[in-house]
């Protein structure tokens, strides 16, 4: 298993652990909108919801652009492939492992059942 040395891991996961973020980038899945509009749907004040999209951008999950007096949000260049990678990693190796011990506990009901019997 590769350890898991990409610096970048610690600030996408720290930004998606929050519900609030995540909708965030639910919702600019869909379109790009202001931050405004994103206070006013997640119904939490301007200065809140630039601090969770500040979170997001450091990250590298949401970029912003001010034009005039609005700042627009959209998705960042930069994916979640090498994190889904990682999961998928973990992932893999919880299954076997729960295959292994699903294959003990077969083995242990065989027996069981065959000691039952003499």
């Not at 600030?11 to 405004?36: K, Y």
Request: glycine share 8%; aromatic share 6%.
């Amino acid at each position: 298993m590769a350890q898991c040395c990409q610096p970048h891991f610690d600030s996408s996961f720290g930004a998606l652990s929050d519900a609030t973020r995540r909708g965030v980038l639910e919702q600019l899945g869909r379109a790009d909108t202001s931050i405004t509009a994103l206070a006013e749907r997640f119904q939490m004040t301007l200065t809140g919801m630039k601090k969770h999209v500040g979170v997001l951008e450091r990250a590298g999950l949401v970029t912003t652009e001010k034009v005039g007096r609005v700042r627009t949000c959209r998705l960042g260049l930069r994916g979640l492939q090498e994190e889904a990678a990682w999961i998928e990693a973990y992932r893999q190796l919880w299954s076997a492992r729960f295959d292994e011990l699903d294959n003990v506990v077969e083995e242990l009901k065989l027996k069981e059942n065959i000691d039952g019997r003499k």
